[in-house]
């Protein structure tokens, strides 16, 4: 009698019974979805290797070429530090005619208030002022000298003469600070123009001084030349009788210096006027440029 798990020799499972024996032998499905997501992050940490380097790579590119473009600007700033500033041509180098109509110019934005006619009776006729065109160096203060020497002959020969009289110079020089009127008197001392006979040469500022310390220093010294701001001169000029005008032969305005701005002693408002009323505009001082025996000079 056979039992009922006995199996006869050739027994075949059928179809149903021989998947569900193989299910055994297979993972589940969460492991396998394990196995797969594993796959995946070996594949992005792959991946992700080559991009990491790529940003590195861009990264120094990006740094080098900064540096590179850092380096270049310090040279170039270098360059233009080295580079010498390039002066603007100087008003003064012009014709008589043409520094005429630009006196006239900016005496009339002093004078605003002024008709047509009654500046004209203020303004600096042609004839005062000295042509310097044959001069066609730098005007600055280390050719200043040899400007004198070369271009104003009768002014050299009257600051190497021993004056005449207390307080009054054959030469007023018009600067528009206390420095640069200091650096002026420095080069005007110098022994080619005063030779040995030659007087003083008066520094007039109001800073560090008191306008009756320079009345006082005027009236006691034989002085061949006066430098000074428009607004001590002025003052001097117009306000005293220590500084006179008998003597006076040559007034030179010193236009071609600029500021730390760019500005010039008649682009400033204060000086330009100044010199237009109380300097340029004294009655002695008109007076003698239109009679002729004053001559203006721009440097």
């Not at 992005?44 to 990006?62: H, R, W, Y």
């Not at 110019?105 to 005062?128: H, N, V």
């Not at 204060?270 to 002729?292: C, D, I, M, S, Y």
Request: aromatic share 4%; charged share 30%.
């Amino acid at each position: 009698m056979q039992h009922g798990d006995d199996l006869e020799d050739d027994f075949v499972p059928d179809d149903l019974v021989a998947l569900s024996d193989e299910e055994e032998d297979l993972p589940n499905t969460e492991d396998i979805g394990g196995l797969l997501s594993a796959d995946e992050d070996g594949d992005n940490n792959t991946a992700a290797q080559p991009n990491a380097a790529q940003s590195a790579a861009a990264l120094e590119k990006k740094r080098k070429r900064r540096a590179k473009e850092k380096e270049r600007k310090a040279k170039k700033r270098k360059l233009a530090e080295t580079v010498e500033p390039v002066e603007p041509p100087s008003i003064a180098a012009q014709p008589p005619v043409m520094l005429a109509d630009y006196l006239s110019t900016m005496q009339a934005k002093t004078f605003s208030d002024m008709s047509g006619i009654e500046l004209a009776d203020m303004q600096i006729p042609e004839s005062a002022i000295a042509d310097t065109t044959m001069w066609t160096g730098p005007r600055s203060l280390d050719q200043l000298v040899d400007f004198i020497v070369k271009v104003l002959p009768k002014l050299h020969t009257r600051l190497s003469q021993r004056p005449k009289s207390n307080g009054a110079p054959t030469l007023l020089y018009v600067a528009g600070a206390a420095l640069r009127v200091a650096d002026v008197t420095r080069v005007l001392r110098d022994k080619r123009l005063r030779g040995e006979k030659g007087g003083d040469v008066a520094k007039l500022f109001a800073k560090h001084f008191k306008l009756e310390e320079h009345v006082a220093y005027l009236k006691r010294t034989k002085i061949a030349a006066a430098v000074g701001t428009p607004g001590r001169l002025g003052k001097l000029l117009c306000d005293t009788d220590a500084l006179a005008t008998t003597a006076l032969t040559h007034i030179i305005l010193d236009v071609s210096y600029r500021d730390a701005k760019q500005r010039t002693l008649l682009d400033i408002p204060e000086t330009r006027n100044e010199v237009f009323r109380t300097v340029l505009g004294a009655p002695k001082v008109l007076n003698g440029l239109r009679q002729g025996t004053i001559q203006l000079v721009l440097f």
